[in-house]
């Protein structure tokens, strides 16, 4: 298992504040077998704003702490960038992709997308870069309207939902949108989105509803497989599943199937 958003660099951001609530957090995560984590910062230009050498120096110094307490867990860099104008040049100036591949991770105002999101995406698609939406399901405008996720992924965004919102940490509504999402295979990726506020463990029990839901197959790919694609630079399908609704005699609506289209 790989966690792709988590914010465990201690005081960088408004996650961990210090180095050993960190480490508390990772060898939970390295108890539970997850092999791998983004530490996915963030960065917004007047808040979180930062050079990549310092980040690289605290990830180094994380690394460092792993390894002296016997831990498997490799810690890879990452970052949370906030789409504003000129977010590009900041991505190219510091180098703010997800371990040593072309994906980025990026966020928005969650009262909704604004209407020019898109204008800010579309410089990094031309550019070679790979968008995950970072927690799709707590986002105003796609709470109300869940299509608008499929439409971005249309528009080649890849989708990331937070473990705790699957489980109602967020609220019902988020947590609803959260399962559209999923039941309807508008998510990529999994993450914990872990603040070190309270003890590791969402990430775990979500991915147990989620095989009771769905399936084992679907949860593989949403933490393990696809994970792994962004560490090798490989590109996830944005289309993974096709689903057939089943129907009865009566033509009321049933449970839909899921047929597999990713192998």
């Known amino acids: 298992m790989i966690d792709v958003h988590c914010h465990l660099l201690p005081q960088i951001d408004d996650g961990s504040d210090c180095a050993e609530k960190s480490l508390q957090q990772m060898k939970l995560m390295d108890d539970g077998g997850i092999t791998d984590a983004f530490l996915t910062s963030h960065f917004m230009r007047g808040l979180y704003k930062y050079e990549r050498s310092d980040y690289d120096k605290k990830l180094s110094a994380m690394q460092a702490k792993c390894a002296e307490n016997g831990l498997k867990l490799r810690l890879h860099p990452g970052f949370e960038i906030f789409v504003q104008p000129n977010i590009l040049a900041d991505i190219e100036k510091n180098n703010l992709v997800m371990g040593n591949s072309r994906y980025v991770m990026v966020e928005s105002d969650l009262n909704g997308l604004p209407e020019d999101f898109y204008n800010y995406i579309f410089p990094l698609l ?80 979500a991915l147990e509803l989620l095989r009771d839901d769905l399936d084992e197959h679907v949860v593989e ?43």
């Not at 096709?242 to 990713?262: A, D, E, M, N, T």
């Open 126 to 205: 031309r550019k070679g870069y790979k968008p995950i939406l970072a927690h799709a399901e707590r986002y105003v405008s796609i709470m109300k309207h869940p299509r608008d996720a499929r439409h971005l992924i249309g528009n080649n965004i890849y989708i990331q939902i937070n473990s705790g919102s699957l489980l109602g940490q967020y609220g019902e509504k988020v947590r609803q949108t959260a399962w559209i999402l999923m039941r309807n295979g508008w998510a990529h990726l999994i993450g914990s989105d872990d603040h070190g506020r309270v003890p590791y463990g969402s990430y775990f029990k």
């Open 221 to 263: 790919l949403l933490s393990t497989e696809f994970p792994q694609m962004i560490l090798d630079n490989k590109s996830i399908p944005y289309k993974y599943v096709y689903i057939q609704p089943s129907y009865s005699h009566s033509h009321r609506r049933k449970k839909s199937l899921w047929r597999r289209i990713f192998h």
